[in-house]
């Protein structure tokens, strides 16, 4: 069964062009043109993945993810980001919020069908192989895709999951932000590494024991973050 894409913008002309694009590349796609809507066949319909513009009419990008992210029915679907705002402070925003990608506008069709297929590697994908990997109190299964932290789940947006998984995976390496993009997310674009440090805030906030003095992810300075070994 195709996947299901629900892309999500008020102009008429950018929805039909994504649409011929996305099923050009094998996909099945809904639609909507306002965040009622939107929200609406988020909860009928539950796509595998929303493309979101962050300004529509009634409820905005920003309040679609943060309900997304509350939602436990909807919590795991990801969302890519798609926005004529360019400022470093929305893509930081929305990434903080929860997205998984974020593009800026105008785009070229084919780039945004090649991040759709990445987000989905990475977040549908099941591993070939059963893999748990636990340093201290801190535990990622890879088979189960789920993460706890002295026994207690905790619940990562696809991107934080990709992210930690790189850092747990080789425990010690101080990562630059560059290397560790390409080591979660299997690609990287010139100024995606600004945003890294908004997924390593999320990640302390929810599985650290005391995000302000980290016991797991530390900063490398001049460099970037390791998961400490030995903690």
């Known amino acids: 069964m195709a996947q299901r894409i629900l892309v999500v913008d008020d102009d008429k002309g950018?929805?039909?062009?994504?649409?011929?694009?996305?099923?050009?590349a094998g996909f099945q796609?809904?639609?909507?043109?306002?965040?009622?809507?939107?929200?609406?066949?988020?909860?009928?319909?539950?796509?595998?993945l929303v493309v979101l513009d962050l300004m529509l009419p009634d409820l905005d990008g920003?309040?679609?993810?943060?309900?997304?992210?509350?939602?436990?029915t909807l919590a795991?679907?990801?969302?890519l980001m798609l926005t004529a705002r360019i400022e470093d402070s929305d893509r930081i925003l929305g990434l903080e919020l929860g997205a998984d990608d974020y593009l800026p506008k105008p785009f070229n069709p084919q780039v945004v069908c090649a991040h759709v297929r990445a987000v989905l590697r990475r977040t549908l994908a099941e591993p070939v192989i059963p893999k748990q990997v636990c340093i201290g109190e801190l535990c990622l299964d890879l088979d189960?895709?789920?993460v706890s932290v002295a026994c207690k789940p905790v619940e990562l947006t696809p991107t934080e999951f990709e992210f930690l998984r790189a850092l747990m995976e080789h425990p010690d390496h101080a990562f630059t932000r560059?290397?560790?993009?390409?080591?979660?997310?299997?690609?990287?674009y010139e100024g995606l590494e600004?945003?890294?440090?908004?997924?390593?805030?999320?990640?302390?906030?929810?599985?650290?024991?005391?995000?302000?003095s980290p016991t797991y992810i530390q900063t490398v300075y001049g460099v970037g973050y390791r998961l400490q070994g030995a903690p």
Do not use: F
Not at 33 to 43: N, T
Not at 62 to 72: F, G, K, L, P, V
Not at 198 to 211: D, M, Y
């Open 14 to 24: 950018i929805v039909r062009l994504m649409r011929a694009y996305l099923e050009q």
């Open 29 to 48: 796609v809904l639609v909507a043109y306002d965040g009622k809507s939107a929200m609406r066949c988020l909860r009928q319909d539950q796509p595998d």
């Open 62 to 72: 920003w309040e679609i993810t943060r309900i997304m992210r509350s939602d436990e």
């Open 76 to 79: 795991k679907i990801p969302i």
């Open 144 to 146: 189960r895709h789920e």
């Open 178 to 188: 560059t290397e560790l993009i390409e080591a979660a997310l299997g690609y990287t």
């Open 194 to 212: 600004r945003t890294v440090d908004s997924h390593i805030k999320n990640l302390r906030a929810k599985v650290e024991p005391n995000p302000r």
